[in-house]
């Protein structure tokens, strides 16, 4: 399929499967292996000789033609060479990091990153010698004041996946690159759907495929994506890591693709609906959603990506704690849990301040994450009403 002949939401059902050449069956057949026999030793040497090139079959952890489907798929969508499928969105950001640096680097990552990572780069990193540097997720071009001599690599996550800060990715990749560094970003909040991080400059795209992609909350997968460049190396990592992922997620995941472009739509106007009525709400000190106007990223939001997703935040007026447990605690509609992407609503209460290092978050009052989902937006703001109403008693 070519690359430019479609438009995405065409490509979301097309990519990755080829009927014609598994007996006329719409969907990619599900390959359960281990095991992958050679029908001769010259044949077991060859695929030997060339396990990390794309598309090798030689035992099941490196993948199957199931998993190959998936990961063409995302990759022809997001705009880059290829793609790795591994068990978790955590998974996809330790492989990537672990496959560009060694000890004695230095990286810089943005201070609004999702927590697992910092705690990754703090546990692990460190262990290895490996320095890591938080920065102010809207420094832009000023990145390269803080680029060293062994500075390897700038870590992006656009917009934070709790303060929703939009970066600058286009300034940060331009001046790692004339540095000689490479930018890997956390493209999951966007998908490759709405970012097509590659034309922005990136090296590496990670994802909790997890998320949106999967988009029914009943599968663990990450998703790392590369320039040619960088395949090799990446996938030479992710075998050395024992990185796989299972193929009964790997199915839920491409299920889950076809349908992404139409539920990403819905996500995107159900919470901007929400997200205009919170912003009118006398108890709301300020709603944090990249495609809002009032919202400081905007502008950048509207150059790099073309939607939303249904995941923003919003601060409450100086309240206390157990009023806003009570709130939370009220509603109906809406599931107090970790993740997103699913089709289901979530509220979280988030305290940015306790991870923060390079940057002091600051707000009027405590914060509130919230998942837009697929109900009816009506009923949505008719549940949080409810939990107003508890809030202010």
């Known amino acids: 399929?070519?690359?430019?002949?479609?438009?995405?939401?065409?490509?979301?059902?097309?990519?990755?499967?080829?009927?014609?050449?598994?007996?006329?069956?719409?969907?990619?057949?599900?390959?359960?292996?281990?095991?992958?026999?050679?029908?001769?030793?010259?044949?077991?040497?060859?695929?030997?000789?060339?396990?990390?090139?794309?598309?090798?079959?030689?035992?099941?952890?490196?993948?199957?033609?199931?998993?190959?489907?998936?990961?063409?798929?995302?990759?022809?969508?997001?705009?880059?060479?290829?793609?790795?499928?591994?068990?978790?969105?955590?998974?996809?950001?330790?492989?990537?990091?672990?496959?560009?640096?060694?000890?004695?680097?230095?990286?810089?990552?943005?201070?609004?990153?999702?927590?697992?990572?910092?705690?990754?780069?703090?546990?692990?990193?460190?262990?290895?010698?490996?320095?890591?540097?938080?920065?102010?997720?809207?420094?832009?071009?000023?990145?390269?004041q803080l680029i060293r001599p062994n500075t390897r690599l700038v870590f992006t996550e656009s917009p934070g996946s709790h303060t929703f800060e939009m970066q600058d990715i286009p300034a940060i990749t331009k001046a790692a690159h004339n540095k000689g560094v490479l930018v890997i970003m956390d493209n999951t909040w966007a998908t490759p759907l709405l970012c097509k991080s590659f034309e922005l400059g990136v090296d590496i795209s990670v994802h909790a495929g997890t998320k949106y992609i999967v988009g029914h909350s009943d599968a663990m997968l990450g998703l790392i994506i590369t320039t040619e460049e960088l395949y090799q190396k990446v996938k030479e990592t992710t075998f050395h890591l024992g990185q796989c992922s299972g193929p009964d997620d790997v199915y839920l995941a491409q299920r889950g693709l076809r349908t992404m472009a139409v539920r990403l739509k819905q996500h995107y106007e159900s919470g901007l609906t929400v997200a205009n009525w919170l912003s009118k709400r006398p108890e709301v000190s300020s709603v944090l959603h990249p495609a809002l106007e009032s919202d400081p990223g905007h502008q950048i939001w509207k150059r790099d990506m073309s939607g939303a997703s249904g995941l923003f935040g919003f601060i409450l007026k100086p309240t206390s704690k157990t009023a806003v447990n009570a709130m939370i605690d009220s509603l109906n509609l809406y599931g107090i849990g970790y993740s997103w992407g699913g089709y289901e609503s979530l509220i979280l209460p988030c305290d940015p301040s306790s991870i923060r290092t390079a940057t002091k978050w600051s707000a009027a009052g405590p914060l509130i994450r919230l998942h837009i989902g697929l109900e009816n937006p009506d009923d949505l703001i008719m549940d949080l009403e409810g939990g107003f109403n508890k809030l202010s008693s």
């Open 1 to 144: 399929m070519s690359n430019n002949k479609y438009t995405a939401e065409t490509k979301v059902t097309q990519l990755g499967r080829d009927p014609m050449a598994n007996f006329g069956v719409v969907n990619p057949p599900v390959y359960h292996a281990s095991t992958i026999l050679f029908k001769d030793t010259a044949e077991m040497e060859q695929r030997a000789a060339t396990k990390f090139d794309k598309g090798t079959m030689n035992y099941g952890r490196q993948g199957t033609p199931t998993i190959f489907a998936l990961e063409n798929a995302i990759a022809e969508l997001e705009g880059g060479y290829g793609a790795f499928s591994v068990s978790s969105g955590l998974a996809a950001i330790t492989t990537a990091i672990l496959s560009v640096v060694e000890s004695g680097d230095h990286i810089l990552v943005t201070d609004s990153v999702y927590a697992p990572t910092r705690f990754f780069c703090k546990d692990v990193l460190k262990r290895m010698g490996v320095e890591t540097t938080y920065y102010d997720p809207l420094i832009g071009k000023d990145i390269e």
